[in-house]
């Protein structure tokens, strides 16, 4: 992974280094969209489009930030502030991420190995940042802590797999290419309500005692935020423009509803 600037954490490597929290949400600029959990399909589904990407032969629900390749999201403005109600688990815990443990690099006995992104600017040696591990050679505190975040999202990415291959076997997806005026971008899967209407009665109450028809109606009914968020985009002047002066107040609306949003602070600290 080290071409994409990510290394396993281990103690040859980074017993010397440290790394900082992130202070803003710049690194997304660049998404379309991001995988999420089954844990936190209601959140998603009240902020954004949820669609399916087909990955190694695998259905992944996705968090659409774009609907044009060209255009820039209006869902982190040119300060790095992220802008909508609800900030997926996926983007969390940078510049951090799980993979595959390799005994040799990632001597922690987890299932997991946790890997930094080093591309990231938040890798230092400066002893006033935190350490990666302690004076005995174990992760510290917080990056522990931050594994156990990660590996609890893991589980809930497996089950959302689980999820998705019931719904595949159904035969209900379907490419999805337009949804009530609005064209996506290539490659996106969505439900198909039809099929999903003349199933048999016992795959409807398997679909409901799974878990997967939530799942199904969270992505039906977050469809509605396409509009919105195609009209946000092409409304930006910019490649980056503010999201205040650019989504006709609705996003800048529902993020600063007390209801919805996070305090900056939880933002940032999310990861523990």
């Given at each position: 992974m080290a071409e994409n600037g990510l290394f396993p954490i281990s103690v040859g490597r980074h017993s010397d280094r440290y790394w900082r929290r992130f202070?803003?949400?710049?690194?997304?600029?660049?998404?379309?969209?991001?995988?999420?959990?089954?844990?936190?399909?209601?959140?998603?589904?009240s902020s954004f489009p949820i669609a399916f990407k087909l990955r190694e032969g695998?259905?992944?629900?996705?968090?659409?930030?774009?609907?044009?390749?060209?255009?820039?999201?209006?869902?982190?403005?040119?300060?790095?502030?992220?802008?909508?109600?609800?900030?997926?688990?996926?983007?969390?815990?940078?510049?951090?991420?799980?993979?595959?443990?390799n005994m040799r690099d990632c001597p922690t006995g987890e299932r997991l190995c946790l890997y930094v992104n080093e591309s990231s600017g938040l890798v230092t040696r400066d002893p006033r940042d935190n350490p990666f591990f302690s004076s005995r050679n174990k992760l510290s505190r917080n990056l522990c802590d931050v594994l156990q975040f990660l590996?609890?999202?893991?589980?809930?990415?497996?089950?959302?797999?689980r999820l998705c291959s019931l719904v595949a076997e159904m035969d209900l997806f379907v490419p999805l290419q337009e949804h009530e005026g609005t064209t996506l971008p290539e490659n996106y899967w969505g439900i198909d309500a039809q099929r999903l209407c003349?199933?048999?009665?016992?795959?409807?109450?398997?679909?409901?005692?799974?878990?997967?028809?939530?799942?199904?109606?969270?992505?039906?009914?977050?469809?509605?935020?396409?509009?919105?968020?195609?009209r946000a985009q092409n409304a930006l002047p910019g490649e980056h423009a503010s999201a205040s002066d650019t989504l006709n107040g609705f996003l800048t609306a529902m993020a600063n509803d007390e209801s919805h949003v996070?305090?900056?602070?939880e933002m940032i600290h999310a990861m523990g």
């Open positions: 202070t803003s949400y710049r690194f997304a600029m660049g998404m379309d969209a991001c995988p999420i959990v089954s844990s936190e399909i209601f959140q998603i589904a695998t259905y992944v629900p996705m968090a659409m930030f774009s609907v044009g390749a060209e255009l820039a999201t209006p869902i982190v403005d040119q300060q790095g502030l992220w802008r909508a109600p609800y900030i997926p688990s996926a983007l969390r815990c940078y510049p951090f991420q799980t993979g595959p443990t590996q609890l999202r893991e589980a809930a990415v497996v089950e959302a797999r003349r199933l048999p009665d016992v795959y409807k109450l398997t679909l409901v005692s799974s878990g997967a028809l939530q799942l199904i109606h969270a992505h039906q009914i977050s469809l509605s935020h396409l509009s919105w968020l195609a996070q305090t900056r602070a």
